[in-house]
T-cell receptor
Framework: EAGVTQSPTHLIKTRGQQATLRCSPISGHTSVYWYQQALGLGLQFLLWYDEGEERNRGNFPPRFSGRQFPNYSSELNVNALELEDSALYLC?????????????FGPGTRLTVT | DQQVKQNSPSLSVQEGRISILNCDYTNSMFDYFLWYKKYPAEGPTFLISISSIKDKNEDGRFTVFLNKSAKHLSLHIVPSQPGDSAVYFCAASVGGSNYKLTFGKGTLLTVNP
């Protein structure tokens, strides 16, 4: 069974630009979650999508947005990039939605903003 | 406000001995707890979980203990192996529509041969 995949592996952008990160969940998983891991911090919850809808959102500004496609893959968009957006962005998926269950993580996208 | 705390940034143990990683939480609404292991350049990997209705869950060399009154959980690894060297994250969640994981900052475990 293929795991969660993310692309690109690394992304370098300039302050003020937009970044788009992509995630494909494990087959059969309908929920996708996005997390940010900035240097020195733990994983911070960003967004949760299930069945194409945004279900929950962490304490991040509106310039962090995303969507989930009919095939359950997801995209995270970060607009008006700031230097502090430099971080590892992790995507996770799970089989169940709204119920307790493990989340399976992808390898992450390392975003660097210069 | 950090709701899940791992107060030890690092832990070093000898191969074959027990590793004990600790985690404290402040939100009494948390009803499910998980431990993840993370190697460099990889995403976190689910290790073991425990529901708030239990106080212990065991899976091979890994055992998680939950003390709800103290809002404390711990992960025991016995015996520790060099391949266990990784960052361990404690995570907690509240079920239902607010389902999301709240992570601690992690503890770097080093198992010395």
């Amino acid at each position: 069974e293929a795991g969660v995949t993310q692309s690109p592996t690394h992304l370098i952008k300039t302050r003020g630009q937009q970044a788009t990160l992509r995630c494909s969940p494990i087959s059969g998983h309908t929920s996708v979650y996005w997390y940010q891991q900035a240097l020195g911090l733990g994983l911070q919850f960003l967004l949760w999508y299930d069945e194409g809808e945004e279900r929950n959102r962490g304490n991040f500004p509106p310039r962090f947005s995303g969507r989930q496609f009919p095939n359950y893959s997801s995209e995270l968009n970060v607009n008006a990039l700031e230097l502090e957006d430099s971080a590892l962005y992790l995507c996770a998926s799970s089989r169940t939605s709204g119920q307790v269950g493990e989340q399976y993580f992808g390898p992450g996208t390392r975003l660097t903003v210069t | 406000d950090q709701q899940v705390k791992q107060n030890s940034p690092s832990l070093s143990v000898q191969e074959g001995r027990i590793s004990i990683l600790n985690c404290d939480y402040t939100n009494s609404m948390f009803d499910y707890f998980l431990w993840y292991k993370k190697y460099p350049a990889e995403g976190p990997t689910f290790l073991i979980s425990i529901s708030s209705i239990k106080d212990k869950n065991e899976d091979g060399r890994f055992t998680v203990f939950l003390n709800k009154s103290a809002k404390h959980l711990s992960l025991h690894i016995v015996p520790s192996q060099p391949g266990d060297s990784a960052v361990y994250f404690c995570a907690a969640s509240v079920g239902g529509s607010n389902y999301k994981l709240t992570f601690g900052k992690g503890t770097l475990l080093t198992v010395n041969p």
